[in-house]
Nanobody
Framework: QVQLVESGGGLVQAGGSLRLSCEASGSIFGINAMGWYRQAPGKQRELVAVTTGGRINYADFVKGRFTISRDNAKNTVYLQMNSLKPDDTGVYYC???????????????WGLGTQVTVSS
């Protein structure tokens, strides 16, 4: 079993910054993609940023404000969020494609989420 545990959410004023962390633990042979999604009240979950190998993709609405990074040795992905806006409010979920065995399938794993609230 693989678990993703997020941390770093909270309440911040518009223009402020937060740094989210997500650590994968359990039976892990390898991790392909790691990324962040978010879900605002009444809206669908949407991609924020994802890193796969050396490639990084950002949603247009966070480009220039958010930075995703990854520490493979720690099985951890980070999301540095700057210039936060009230529209960034939501639950932020960590996601990873994890392989438990060398030749096993990749499993799509989600964290429980961490709340980010940006006040105006």
């Amino acid at each position: 079993q693989v678990q993703l545990v997020e941390s770093g959410g909270g309440l911040v004023q518009a223009g402020g910054s937060l740094r989210l962390s997500c650590e994968a633990s359990g039976s892990i042979f390898g991790i392909n993609a790691m990324g962040w999604y978010r879900q605002a009240p009444g809206k669908q979950r949407e991609l924020v940023a994802v890193t796969t190998g050396g490639r990084i993709n950002y949603a247009d609405f966070v480009k220039g404000r958010f930075t995703i990074s990854r520490d493979n040795a720690k099985n951890t992905v980070y999301l540095q969020m700057n210039s936060l806006k009230p529209d960034d409010t939501g639950v932020y979920y960590c996601n990873a494609l994890v392989r438990a065995l060398r030749f096993g399938p990749y499993e799509n794993v989600w964290g429980l989420g961490t709340q980010v609230t940006v006040s105006s």
